[in-house]
């Protein structure tokens, strides 16, 4: 069910990345994945684009029920797929991002390398969430996104971010495989610009 949901935002991700959408030059997502500076803009002429087909950069929210709204920003270039969620912000906050089994309304975040073909068994993800539910790492801190701005009047928000996740090996039977190793994602930083058919 998890890795259903997973997907699914995945590819509404991919979808809303897709559409054509007027947009700030400025908007941009970057970090540092184990060291290694991923800048990924979402104008693409901006960016360094080696591998055809797998950029996409989309801001956007989800609502989990009627009383929580989520907001996401979920970027894909050459492969490497970045993907962050936190409540809907009024003014500058912090959220920390715990391991939980539950994430619905509250932060989060994944990184993967994209398979070369849909449906490709045994791809690696890294999650900050307890995947298999194990009760001796259930909420545990594993990171915050900093929110250092958010205008709704001039329809910016602007934050940073890290975080470390934990890799399983996720097969087409949506069967989870923990394989201890463990990415670190520093120096997070992003910035959007949103146009006025989105209403927050």
């Known amino acids: 069910m998890k890795s259903k949901i ?47 087909n797998t950029f996409s950069f989309s801001f956007g929210q989800s609502f989990t029920d009627n009383a929580d709204t989520c907001l996401f920003l979920s970027v894909c270039l050459n492969r490497q797929s970045l993907y962050i969620s936190f409540p809907k912000p009024t003014t500058k906050m912090t959220y920390t991002i715990y391991r939980k089994s539950n994430v619905v309304g509250q932060s989060s975040a994944y990184y993967s390398i994209v398979p070369n073909n849909a449906g490709e068994n045994g791809h690696e993800t890294f999650y900050t969430q307890n995947m298999l539910q194990n009760d001796s790492i259930e909420g545990q801190p ?30 087409s039977s949506e069967t989870f495989i923990p394989t201890n190793k463990t990415i670190s994602i520093t120096n997070g930083e992003f910035y959007y610009q949103w146009d006025e058919s989105m209403n927050l």
């Open 142 to 171: 594993v990171g915050e996104i900093i929110i250092e701005r958010m205008d709704i009047k001039n329809r910016i928000i602007k934050g940073n971010f890290s975080f470390s996740s934990y890799s399983y090996e996720v097969s």
């Open 6 to 52: 997973c997907l699914l935002l995945f590819i509404i991700a991919l979808f809303v990345g897709c559409q054509k959408e007027t947009f700030s030059p400025n908007n941009y997502l970057k970090a540092d994945i184990d060291g290694e500076q991923i800048v990924v803009y979402q104008d693409n002429r901006l960016n360094i684009d080696t591998i055809p």
